[in-house]
């Protein structure tokens, strides 16, 4: 099994510009969760999905952010215009049950 | 506010000493995890434990999740500088059932030789 597949793992923009994270989970796994890290806040659930469809997307910042989840194996975070204060790693996770999978994450840096 | 409340923030031990990492909440879990998490890499799930009281070991690793499923505990023997990293515990609620997790904020361990 290769595991949750992130990219990319690294992206470095100028702030303004449109960001697209995408995932791809674990087959089999019907829960996808999108978290964000930083020193300051440790790791923030953004927005998760049961089965495709978004359960809680509470914890997205602003409208600026937005997530899809076009099929079972694969999901994209979008931040759009991107701002110097979403510079962090992004995490996206899948599940069976209550055990969660990481991806190795996309390190964003805004200019 | 965090949910889980983990101590200490940071420890730092020589190799070859024990040390406990504390996951405390007034909240009741199902389940409660383990993660360790290494520099550039996501999270990796190190144990699951689900009924109160319940003890796991994983070679030098022991887990203990508490009699009231609010509270948890990872002590680590011997330790060596593989052990190094942030370790998270997580705990999922028993009113949710969609898979989510409360994350606590961590703590950084670091095994010098």
């Known amino acids: 099994d290769a595991g949750v597949i992130q990219s990319p793992r690294h992206e470095v923009t100028e702030m303004g510009q449109e960001v697209t994270l995408r995932c791809k989970p674990i087959?089999?796994?019907?829960?996808l969760f999108w978290y964000r890290q930083t020193m300051m806040r440790g790791l923030e659930l953004l927005i998760y999905?049961?089965?495709?469809?978004?359960?809680?997307d509470s914890g997205m910042p602003e409208d600026r952010f937005s997530a899809k989840m076009p099929n079972a194996s694969f999901s994209t975070l979008k931040i759009q215009p991107s701002e110097p204060r979403d510079s962090a790693v992004y995490f996206c996770?899948?599940?069976?049950?209550?055990?969660?999978?990481f991806g190795p994450g996309t390190r964003l840096t805004v200019l | 506010t965090q949910l889980l409340e983990q101590s200490p923030q940071f420890l730092s031990i020589q190799e070859g000493e024990n040390l406990t990492v504390y996951c405390n909440s007034s909240s009741v879990f199902s389940s409660l995890q383990w993660y360790r998490q290494e520099p550039g890499e996501g999270p990796v799930l190190l144990v699951t434990v689900v009924t109160g009281g319940e003890v796991k070991k994983l070679k030098r690793l022991t887990f203990q999740f508490g009699d009231a499923r609010k509270d948890s505990s990872l002590h680590i023997t011997a330790a060596q500088p593989g052990d190094t990293g942030l370790y998270l515990c997580a705990g999922a609620e028993a009113t949710d059932s969609w898979g989510k997790l409360q994350f606590g904020a961590g703590t950084q361990v670091v095994v010098t030789p």
């Open positions: 087959s089999g796994h019907n829960s």
């Open positions: 996770a899948s599940s069976i049950y209550n055990e969660q999978f």
């Open positions: 999905f049961n089965n495709n469809v978004p359960i809680d």
